[in-house]
């Protein structure tokens, strides 16, 4: 996930039990995720959403994934390789230091984990720095409630303040929604591109 490694490694009976609460693939169909496009899963861990964000974008897409944990991406690997995809591409280190590329996303995910990170307004500006001026930034995350899974309400963001984390980042709040009984939604999009075109630069959401 985001910034904590993980000793313990899911199960595919893990995966099966939350899609029975959240299914990946609605919610990215639903953030205008198609064929073609570049999606870049900030807290990639081992796939959750990369995995299927990498059947979704076909082999003219991109899904690249960033993650502190490297045997969460290791296994994420092996995964894309057993599934023959050679569309993602895995980067390990934090978020707060990792640009991938300048504007060339069309959508930047967090998916439950942007209460994880260290500095989450350096992580949203980085991921406003990634995202195209067409593009969106996305976050799905826990509500701030009492609920039968996730992390203690306590360290759980409410959604007006991850929307308020977004607009301190540079970002513009264009939608949120709820996401299942469990979670809700937020979209950004850049305040200051306006379409421009995107470059690759430092590390690029490219095999190397």
């Known amino acids: 996930m985001a910034q904590h490694p993980h000793s313990k490694r899911h199960l595919p009976e893990d995966e099966a039990a939350r899609r029975r609460w959240q299914h990946p693939e609605s919610i990215l169909e639903g953030v205008g995720l198609k064929p073609g496009s570049t999606f870049i899963d900030v807290g990639c861990g081992e796939g959750f959403f990369a995995l299927p964000a990498a059947r979704m974008v076909g082999p ?14 290791d296994l994420l690997q092996e995964k894309a390789f057993r599934e023959g995809f050679d569309n993602v591409v895995l980067h390990k280190g934090m978020a707060e230091e990792i640009v991938l590329c300048k504007g060339c996303a069309d959508i930047v995910f967090f998916g439950i984990d942007l209460h994880d990170f260290v500095d989450p307004v350096q992580v949203l500006r980085n991921a406003n720095r990634m995202v195209s001026g067409s593009g969106v930034i996305v976050d799905v995350d826990w509500k701030k409630e009492p609920l039968p899974l996730g992390p203690p309400t306590a360290k759980k963001f409410s959604l007006e303040y991850a929307a308020a984390l977004m607009v301190e980042a540079g970002l ?3 939608a949120v929604a709820e996401s299942g009984p469990y979670h809700y939604t937020v979209t950004a999009v850049p305040e200051d591109k306006k379409g421009e075109l995107g470059v690759t630069s430092g590390i690029q959401c490219r095999r190397s």
């Open 60 to 73: 003219h897409g991109r899904v690249c994934g960033i993650d502190i944990d490297a045997e969460a991406l």
């Open 172 to 174: 513009r709040v264009t």
